[in-house]
């Protein structure tokens, strides 16, 4: 089996600043990492609670939505309609029950949405300062990239474990 090394050992990204290769890696292993994991996962998988835990459903879902809020934060942005209906739906997720084509679609499609616009992130806005949420919390546009991709980060890694557990 010719296996490749982690992504952060591949080389560089193409057209994305070296300040931000290490957050543009970890989104790109969080995609190799969620496809490979979730491959084959049954619908009752996808959804188990073991524990009462968060679903593999569930996490893929927030993964992609909270990528997608925290990248329009580090814009300077507000959250758009589109965006607060898709928060709202997170908490629906164990009555809508996704699946897994859909949700793993969504997770692609968060993933190189953020891969084009960390292409477009100039150097000097990196720490320009950026406001979080209604409270308005205090960032910067580097802040918010880094968070946004170690976020991804930790919602991979729950999947990876949860369909460990939920194919004992």
């Known amino acids: 089996m010719n296996k490749l090394p982690e992504v952060w050992l591949r080389g560089p990204i193409d ?3 070296p300040l931000l290769q290490p957050a543009a890696h ?3 292993q969080v995609r190799e990492d969620v496809e490979q ?3 084959g996962l049954t619908a ?4 188990a609670r073991p524990g009462g835990t968060a679903a593999i459903g569930f996490h893929l879902l927030h993964l992609a939505g909270s990528l997608d809020r925290l990248l329009t934060y580090s ?3 507000a959250l758009s309609p589109a965006q607060r209906a898709a928060l709202a739906a997170e908490q629906t997720a164990y009555q809508d029950r996704p699946g897994l084509d859909h949700l793993l679609a969504g997770c ?3 993933i190189e949405r953020a891969l084009d616009y960390l292409r477009t992130v100039p ?3 990196l720490l320009q300062p950026r406001e979080v949420g209604r409270q308005r919390l205090p960032s910067t546009t580097l802040g918010l990239i880094f968070h946004a991709a170690e976020h991804a ?3 991979a890694g729950q999947v990876a474990t949860l369909v460990r557990v939920v194919r004992v």
Do not use: D, N, S
Request: net charge negative.
């Open 108 to 110: 692609r499609t968060g």
């Open 153 to 155: 980060a930790r919602h």
């Open 37 to 39: 994991a979730v491959e």
């Open 44 to 47: 009752p998988e996808l959804w």
């Open 75 to 77: 814009r300077g942005e």
């Open 15 to 17: 057209g994305i600043l």
């Open 123 to 125: 150097v000097e806005g």
């Open 26 to 28: 970890a989104l790109q």
